[in-house]
């Protein structure tokens, strides 16, 4: 069984910074891409960022040129830097992973269980 575990959400003010860390933990397993998504109260999940294996990104257009997804392979860690955060951006932040374990023959997707973000003065 693989799980993440999310870290670092929290309140901050507009304009502030928050980083997001994700690591992912079990035994005998390989991930592809990892990302995050967030999901605001009275809305659905919608994507945030993600990265590959081999370090292509994508993000999304409401938060392009304000937030940087990383990752560390060996950790399998993924992060998410935020600046310039805006009132808009307060959801829960999700992780997720596509992962192959020993017991599988595909990828299968695994979320970690949500960090929130409160952007407010």
């Known amino acids: 069984q693989v799980q993440l575990s999310e870290s670092g959400g929290g309140l901050v003010q507009p304009g502030g910074s928050l980083r997001l860390s994700c690591a992912a933990s079990?035994?005998?397993?390989?991930?592809?891409?990892m990302g995050w998504y967030r999901q605001a109260p009275g809305q659905g999940r919608e994507l945030v960022a993600t990265v590959t294996r081999g370090g292509k990104t994508t993000y999304a257009d409401s938060i392009q040129g304000r937030f940087i997804i990383s990752r560390d392979v060996d950790k399998n860690t993924v992060y998410l830097q935020m600046n310039s955060l805006k009132p808009e951006d307060t959801a829960v932040y999700y992780c997720d992973a596509e992962v192959l374990t020993s017991s599988d023959s595909f990828y299968r997707d695994y979320w970690g269980q949500g960090t929130q973000v409160t952007v407010s003065s």
């Open positions: 079990g035994r005998g397993f390989r991930i592809d891409t």
